[in-house]
């Protein structure tokens, strides 16, 4: 069974930092584009940033630039989210995600329903003070 699983959200105050995991089990991460999606009320899902399988090319929406980091361990087939600075309209459930085999990590970020796939279980991130 192809699985993610998350860990890591929660609550934190604004200009406080977290930082998410997602372990992946039944497949290995390599040779696949991965990333975080994220989901606020009311709101549709948006890629916020994602990486290629190589690692050296990523993507990251300009409303977490320069806060997000996006990163992934292949050996522990694992990827994080380090998040900084964080701000109350960060606050969504977070979900990562794998893209099917030879889907580049710009198709995946822009087109999740076609390209993911498996997603995470998502984990609540709720920034207030």
């Known amino acids: 069974q192809l699985q993610l699983v998350e860990s890591g959200g929660g609550l934190v105050q604004p200009g406080g930092s977290l930082r998410l995991s997602c372990a992946a089990s039944?497949?290995?991460?390599?040779?696949?584009?991965i990333g975080w999606f994220r989901q606020a009320p009311g709101k549709e899902r948006e890629g916020v940033p994602c990486i290629s399988s190589s690692g050296r090319i990523t993507n990251y929406a300009d409303s977490i630039k320069g806060r997000f980091t996006i990163s992934r361990d292949n050996a522990k087939n694992t990827m994080y989210l380090q998040m900084n600075s964080l701000r109350p309209e960060d606050t969504a459930v977070y979900y990562c995600?794998?893209?099917?085999?030879?889907?580049?990590?710009?198709?995946?970020?822009?087109?999740?329903?076609?390209?993911?796939?498996?997603w995470g279980q998502g984990t609540l991130v709720t920034v207030s003070s």
């Open positions: 039944g497949f290995t991460l390599d040779y696949k584009a």
């Open positions: 995600a794998a893209g099917r085999a030879g889907t580049t990590m710009q198709a995946m970020c822009n087109m999740p329903g076609r390209y993911v796939e498996v």
